[in-house]
């Protein structure tokens, strides 16, 4: 794993000293708000509707133990005792008092963590396949460019004030784990004919109020031009982007304005100079990240313990089913640790459960710890001899929802329960929804879907990429959920279509229930997914059953 | 002055703690909505929400909210409104929380 260098280490505690001057200045009166709020915003904290929130950039996803025993800490001493982790591999901490915000800073930097650009228009925190460097389906393991992307766009004195905030994924599978179609730019891994691994560059997706799919700008990027061709992206859109209306600033109008082919020749106009001016010394420090990253010493052992329980224990063997995907390394498996217990709030953790994640890993995970972007942990490396012990210990935890991927892995944002823009919830559908399905017994009937909830149209639960999308709206003082069908955040990414007028609150989850009862009627076969009946049948018969005419359907 | 004048508090968060307060009729903040002071007339709200605005070592964002009058006090009228009287719904944490336990102690 990556540690900080000298210069990072000095550059997170001079920023957490700076921002503890600027907190004592705040609170004695020499800042007044106006002043203080963009300052604590670029260091992730905003004001929420309850309380302040505290940001924190897990970069590409991944901690160490000790870092996610420092969240439970900061967690307990300074929160309500968990935290949540977000769709952009943040973590939010949802009751940080203002004068204790310098301390919660100074204890990540304790561990190389922080808060800075997680707010502002800048370059976000660098999201990545959560299974970065386990899978088996991976070309090479994204994260040395993930992270060489956030040495390069940490205080990029060129890009602390760009027309919108700017976020970069990246990806080394074919099979696309991080949304890249729908990320201001999407970098995924590609092999040209020669065999060499390069980048497939996307630019100018996005979601909130103007949903957008990214188009290719290259083809083929060799990885030594990463940062000048990434540079001469956002060299292009600072110049061109639209600082006159808020809700046009994003590259993706840029993009859509000025036409991805015009685009695509300005980049590569500015890209004949960015490159003239990289010297090399970005390869240099690549080489020494790509050595922080080496894969761990997998073990060879015999996979017998775990083809045992597979065999016996039926609880093991439903979890294992759902909750576990192919590593690249034989005898190993990828785990993914569902933070979506039915009836819990989607992305939540307690300490407690912070605590044994960081055990789990250090015991029987390489010390390697996931967040993915739908809100669950991933140990990416576990011997699969090791999965029963694994099991029992998550169980024991809370932690052991068998469910990856199926109706109740529900992404849903803070929503109106903590978010200052929500236009209504979004918790509680989700909660609700996973309970309700939970009852009728009929999630593993269905089987993988995708549902996202979003709380206003800003789309920070991706709810446009969701086979199932939930819009919560404010109509006439009422919350009202919209419903899209159809999206698709993967490598066959689509945004979703909009059916139909909206429901209430209380109505949600009967409709919800209509449109998969009318899809198990209409698949062809169990192995026939929504999103692929949906696709086969177009709208009309799931508009039907949503809208409640569809009774035909029983006829049928 | 419009004759069709909703009703307003002046509402804000704690600066340190970030709690949600109400402007009271003394010009103090209170936690509860039913303490606030409702302003029946646009210009005494907005004169009190330029006083509270100007309060920055108390509170932060003041903003007025529309509000009714109830046995109890103002009431919230909006969705939003009534959510930040309490806290979230997936957590007994905030104000619902807070409050309940001042109760007992008292
Ligand atoms: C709670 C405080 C939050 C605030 C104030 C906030 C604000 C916003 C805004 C204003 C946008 C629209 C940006 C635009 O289109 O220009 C947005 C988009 C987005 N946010 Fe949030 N958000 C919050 C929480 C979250 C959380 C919790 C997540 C992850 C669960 C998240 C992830 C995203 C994503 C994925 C998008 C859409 C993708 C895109 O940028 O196009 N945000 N957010
Ligand atoms: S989608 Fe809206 S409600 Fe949900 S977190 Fe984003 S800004 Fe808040």
């Known amino acids: 794993m990556y540690s900080y260098s000298d210069f990072d280490e000095g550059f997170v505690r001079t920023r957490v000293a700076q921002f503890a001057g600027q907190v004592a200045r705040r609170l004695d009166g020499s800042l007044t708000e106006e002043e203080f709020r963009p300052l604590r915003l670029m260091n992730g904290l905003y004001l929420q509707l309850h309380a302040y929130m505290l940001r924190v950039a897990i970069p590409y996803g991944t901690l160490s133990p000790r870092q996610m025993r420092q969240l439970a800490m900061i967690a307990d001493t300074y929160d309500k005792g968990y935290g949540h982790f977000t769709t952009r591999q943040n973590i939010q901490f949802n009751w940080p008092k203002l004068p204790d915000v310098p301390a919660i800073l100074g204890a990540l930097a304790d561990v190389e963590m922080h808060a800075i650009q997680t707010s502002g228009n800048c370059v976000r925190n660098v999201t990545a396949d959560h299974f970065a460097g386990a899978a088996a389906d991976e070309i090479e393991d994204p994260r040395p460019y993930a992270e060489l992307l956030r040495q390069w766009s940490m205080d990029h004195p060129e890009f602390q004030f760009l027309p919108r905030k700017f976020k970069i994924a990246i990806t080394g599978s074919p099979h696309d784990r991080a949304v890249t179609r729908a990320h201001d730019i999407g970098l995924r891994m590609v092999r040209n004919s020669a065999g060499e691994s390069g980048f497939e560059v996307i630019v100018g997706g996005g979601l909130g109020r103007t949903p957008m799919l990214g188009h290719v700008v290259r083809q083929f990027l060799p990885i030594a031009d990463l940062l000048p061709y990434v540079e001469a992206v956002l060299s292009v859109y600072n110049t061109l982007g639209r600082r006159d209306n808020k809700y046009k600033a994003r590259i993706k109008i840029t993009v859509h304005e000025t036409g991805a082919a015009e685009i695509t020749r300005m980049v590569e106009e500015r890209f004949v100079e960015t490159r003239a001016q990289f010297g090399g010394a970005d390869q240099a420090l690549l080489a020494d990240i790509r050595a922080a990253f080496a894969p761990p010493a997998f073990r060879n052992a015999d996979t017998a313990a775990y083809d045992a329980a597979y065999r016996t224990d039926g609880a093991f063997r439903a979890w294992a089913d759902t909750n576990l995907s192919a590593h690249r390394v034989d005898g190993y498996a990828i785990v993914t640790v569902s933070l979506k217990a039915h009836g819990d709030t989607p992305g939540d953790a307690t300490g407690a459960q912070m605590r044994v994640l960081a055990d789990l890993a250090e015991t029987y995970g390489h010390s390697d710890l996931r967040i993915s972007h739908e809100q669950n942990v991933i140990l990416p490396h576990v011997h699969k001899s090791d999965l029963p012990a694994v099991y029992a210990a998550l169980k024991a935890a809370g932690l052991a929802t068998a469910n990856i991927g199926l109706l109740s892995d529900i992404i849903a944002c803070p929503g109106m329960d903590y978010c200052s823009l929500a236009t209504a919830r979004s918790i509680p559908v989700a909660q609700e929804l996973a309970l309700h399905f939970k009852a009728l017994d009929l999630e593993h009937d269905i089987g993988p879907i995708k549902l996202k909830i979003s709380g206003c149209i800003n789309a920070c639960g991706h709810h446009h990429v969701g086979h199932i999308g939930i819009l919560g709206l404010d109509r006439a003082g009422v919350e009202n959920y919209q419903i899209t069908l159809g999206g698709d955040g993967s490598e066959t990414a689509a945004i979703g279509e909009k059916i139909g007028p909206g429901f209430a609150y209380d109505e949600v989850t009967p409709a919800i229930e209509r449109l998969l009862r009318a899809y198990l009627e209409l698949r062809l076969e169990a192995g026939e997914s929504f999103i692929n009946a949906y696709r086969r049948l177009g709208p009309a018969p799931f508009k039907a059953a949503l809208y409640g005419t569809g009774d035909h359907l029983d006829a049928a | ?106």
């Open chain 2, 1 to 106: 002055m419009s004759r069709s004048f909703t009703p307003k508090v002046v509402t804000a968060n704690d600066l340190r703690l970030g709690d949600v307060v109400y402007l009271t009729q003394s010009g103090k903040w209170s936690r509860l909505h039913g303490e606030a002071h409702l302003f029946t007339d646009e210009d005494s709200a907005n004169a009190a929400l330029a006083s509270a605005a100007a309060q920055s070592l108390v509170v932060v964002g003041a903003y007025l909210a529309d509000a009714k009058a109830g046995p109890h006090g103002p009431e919230p009228v909006h969705f939003r409104e009534l959510f930040r009287t309490r806290g979230p719904s997936n957590y007994a944490h905030g104000k619902q929380a807070d409050l309940a336990a001042a109760q007992k102690v008292a």
